[in-house]
């Protein structure tokens, strides 16, 4: 009797971990929405006599900047409405992309905005009645913050636009390889050779995909079927795919290399805190997450040292620019707002390029584009 007791209470905590949340963990604090561009009641100030090209350009994206990583699945299409007058009354179909790097979701349009017309966004919560929304990736919901979640912008009266954000090149599968050789994880047969870390290979094309496309991160094994990879669990994280193709915000690779010490530095010599893709606002710690959510990460599923791991990192130079924070990359400001020095160069005087045992911001962002586009070695 004490026996099959004891099965049953394991069996309930193996059930418990893998519904979500356990009880003793503290409820995390709430996803926030930082900026958004447009933002709120952008050219709502354009009257009739204002000049034609007062307000919002017609091809405008959407942008959503945010303080926490999201959960994966929240970031999709029905997360968001946007609607002149009536709610009834959508644009037509956007296209969410999910920057985890800088926690920015855009959404593009595929059709003009009318011109002269104003125009309403409401960014969902999970908890609302819709069962869509946005949330952090420990389910923690969208709550008001900074930035409103429903605002309203007004578009130009003249059919003048802007090219929307141009898409970045995809690497190729060599080209990443080289990133994490260059990181040092291949040297001392870590990822690399006949017994590899967490039976990750990272040192050919063909290793690459037999032992991280689609396998199950031996740090996510907490599901009931060893090995089947999961898209979206109820806990975030269970049977997490080293990577997967297409799904940069599911693949645990991108977040072991998030967790890096140097992964959102701009440069070698310069922090560029608040130098961005994005033209939308930062927040008080621009770029780079707080150091407390990436604890969180590392709490909630991310186990283990960060890649590359720190003992292999080599400190920044000694009164390089950027060392104290000061760095903005590419004219921006730094972390203590003060003005960055434009074009800071890296190791060799290429812009960038890290020194060994580092992977850097422009490095990690290649990184997640090259799983965006599939992941491909060929």
């Known amino acids: 009797m004490c026996l099959l007791r004891l099965l049953l209470l394991s069996t309930a905590a193996l059930g418990g971990c893998q519904a979500g949340p356990i009880e003793t963990e503290p409820p995390p604090p709430p996803l926030r929405l930082v900026a958004s561009e447009p933002s709120a009641g952008e050219?709502?100030?354009?009257?009739?006599?204002?000049?034609?090209?007062c307000g919002v350009h017609i091809g405008s994206s959407i942008t959503l900047r945010f303080d926490r990583y999201l959960r994966a699945s929240s970031a999709v299409r029905q997360s968001i409405n946007v609607y002149t007058g009536d709610p009834s009354n959508g644009i037509g179909l956007l296209r969410p992309e999910y920057d985890m790097v800088e926690r920015v979701v855009v959404y593009r349009i595929t059709q003009f905005l009318e011109p002269g017309t104003l125009y309403t966004v409401e960014v969902l919560s999970s908890n609302g009645p819709s069962g869509y929304g946005f949330q952090a990736f420990d389910g923690a919901p969208l709550e008001a913050g900074p930035a409103p979640l429903k605002f309203n912008f007004f578009t130009k009266r003249?059919?003048?636009?802007?090219?929307?954000?141009?898409?970045?090149?995809?690497?190729?599968?060599?080209?990443?390889?080289?990133?994490?050789?260059?990181?040092?994880?291949?040297?001392?047969?870590?990822?690399?050779?006949?017994?590899p870390s967490a039976g990750l290979v990272l040192d050919s094309p063909e290793s690459f995909v037999e032992t991280a496309l689609n396998r199950v991160a031996r740090q996510t094994e907490i599901g009931a079927q060893l090995?089947?990879?999961?898209?979206?669990?109820?806990?975030?994280?269970?049977?997490?795919?080293?990577?997967?193709?297409?799904?940069?915000?599911?693949?645990?690779?991108?977040?072991?290399?998030?967790?890096?010490?140097?992964?959102?530095?701009?440069?070698?010599?310069?922090?560029?805190?608040?130098?961005?893709?994005?033209?939308?606002?930062?927040?008080?710690?621009?770029?780079?997450?707080?150091?407390?959510?990436?604890?969180r990460l590392r709490e909630w599923f991310v186990r283990g040292v960060a890649m590359p791991p720190p003992s292999a990192t080599p400190a920044p130079p000694f009164g390089s620019a950027g060392a104290d924070?000061?760095?903005?990359?590419?004219?921006?400001?730094?972390?203590?707002?003060?003005?960055?020095?434009?074009?800071?160069p890296g190791v060799g005087g290429s812009p960038g390029a890290s020194p060994p045992g580092v992977v850097l911001r422009p490095e990690l962002r290649e990184i997640q584009r090259f799983i965006a586009g599939g992941a491909l070695c060929q």
């Not at 141009?166 to 994880?185: H, M, T, W, Y």
């Not at 090995?227 to 049977?239: A, I, S, W």
């Not at 924070?325 to 800071?344: R, V, Y």
């Open 158 to 195: 003249n059919r003048d636009w802007l090219p929307q954000l141009p898409l970045e090149p995809i690497p190729s599968c060599q080209r990443v390889l080289d990133i994490f050789a260059n990181a040092g994880c291949t040297a001392g047969g870590c990822h690399a050779g006949s017994i």
């Open 325 to 344: 924070g000061s760095g903005g990359g590419d004219g921006g400001a730094g972390a203590d707002g003060g003005a960055g020095a434009a074009g800071s």
């Open 227 to 295: 090995g089947v990879p999961l898209q979206d669990p109820v806990r975030f994280g269970m049977q997490m795919p080293i990577v997967d193709p297409g799904q940069p915000a599911n693949s645990y690779l991108m977040y072991k290399v998030l967790r890096g010490e140097f992964s959102h530095w701009l440069a070698p010599d310069d922090r560029g805190s608040c130098s961005s893709r994005y033209s939308v606002a930062l927040g008080p710690d621009c770029v780079p997450p707080p150091a407390a959510e990436l604890t």
């Open 43 to 53: 050219g709502t100030e354009c009257t009739q006599s204002a000049p034609a090209d």
